[in-house]
């Protein structure tokens, strides 16, 4: 695994499910909407001070170019995705299971919650190559820790993957697209994708042990009718993970047992 990569310079996370206004610069604010709006080469420095209402050596005072700009806001939105996920994974325990779970959850409503950041990893190849080195690192960072849990869980018995590296890169992709499609007007919370996207990951490594509370068809049926998008129907309910890994809707349990084929259901048979 590779070293931990500083995080001096990030003040303490609050507790990691909570969100409140984005805490960022006005220059630093601006600059993320332009660049997920225009790209970053369709911005420039002088889009960026017109849009905060200075002027551009104002600007430059603040920071010293363009480059700048996007490696402090990409810099900023991974150490506070890494500062969230150690937060659940300290606060889950030593056990792989709901450290795995709670891991997952906190990228997922970091996705949803913040969407303008999370968005600019795009821009990743906009970067110079140094501070694209540093940038991956951290990014690597975040992949190694859900890389660790799961391979403590395969050794524990709890997931079956035989592909761990795999598993966490398909994850890691998945949770990252929802900064893409989620929208907070849809029908779904940040929470309930959060929850779709933990019980997803559980399948992706393996994990033997889900048991729902309804019969898997009327789960599929379901999660069939979309996602968080605007356009996306359905009520959001689905099976719910609890912290030792059982699944079933909210209130109530079943027999855990290995989940079966799931047979769709014909909507007039609902």
């Not at 912290?243 to 909507?267: D, E, I, N």
Request: some cysteine; charged content about 25%.
């Amino acid at each position: 695994m590779s070293s931990e990569p500083s995080l001096a310079a990030v003040a303490p996370a609050q507790h990691w499910r909570s969100y409140g206004p984005l805490d960022v610069h006005p220059i630093l604010l601006h600059a993320m909407e332009a660049f997920n709006e225009h790209g970053y080469h369709g911005t420039s420095v002088r889009d960026i001070a017109t849009r905060v209402g200075v002027t551009v050596p104002a600007l430059y005072y603040h920071y010293e170019n363009k480059q700048a700009l996007l490696t402090t806001l990409l810099e900023t939105s991974m150490k506070d995705v890494l500062d969230r996920c150690r937060a659940a994974a300290a606060e889950a325990g030593d056990d792989p299971l709901p450290r795995f779970c709670g891991m997952v959850e906190s990228i997922v409503l970091y996705m949803a919650n913040r969407k303008g950041m999370a968005f600019l990893d795009t821009e990743i190849r906009s970067l110079e190559p140094e501070n694209r080195a540093r940038y991956v690192a951290l990014r690597d960072y975040l992949q190694h820790m859900l890389l660790d849990t799961v391979r403590a869980g395969i050794r524990e018995g709890a997931f079956t993957t035989p592909i761990p590296a795999d598993a966490v890169r398909a994850i890691l992709i998945m949770c990252q697209g929802v900064a893409n499609w989620y929208h907070v007007d849809g029908p779904l919370t940040a929470e309930e994708v959060a929850e779709r996207h933990v019980l997803l990951s559980l399948g992706t490594v393996g994990y033997a042990g889900s048991s729902f509370g309804e019969s898997e068809s009327d789960i599929e049926s379901e999660s069939d009718t979309g996602g968080g998008g605007a356009d996306a129907g359905g009520d959001g309910r689905i099976g719910r993970v609890d912290r030792t890994g059982r699944t079933g809707r909210a209130g109530r349990t079943g027999r855990a047992r290995q989940p079966q084929a799931v047979r769709r259901t014909p909507r007039a048979e609902r």
